[in-house]
């Protein structure tokens, strides 16, 4: 399987409502699901990282789109 592959199926877990987007919650229940303890403390350092718009509200599809190219 190809990188990019594995890329949109890990984009895929986090997107649970399979809207094309990583909202907070998503990101931070798929972490609890996962076991950490500071899961939303996790969830928010991620989306802060990422977050190139300053937005703070979710990640876009677009960014596995783009961020794949190697």
């Known amino acids: 399987m190809a990188n990019d592959e594995h890329l949109r199926r890990a984009f895929s877990y986090f997107d649970k409502a399979?809207?094309?987007f990583i909202e907070p919650n998503e990101l931070h229940e798929a972490l609890a699901e996962d076991g950490a303890?500071?899961?939303?403390?996790?969830?928010?350092d991620i989306l802060q990282e990422v977050d190139t718009d300053?937005?703070?509200e979710r990640l876009h599809s677009t960014i596995r789109d783009e961020?794949?190219?190697?």
């Not at 961020?67 to 190697?70: E, I, Y």
């Open 54 to 56: 300053k937005i703070g």
């Open 67 to 70: 961020d794949l190219t190697v």
């Open 18 to 20: 399979g809207n094309g």
């Open 37 to 44: 303890p500071d899961s939303k403390d996790v969830a928010n």
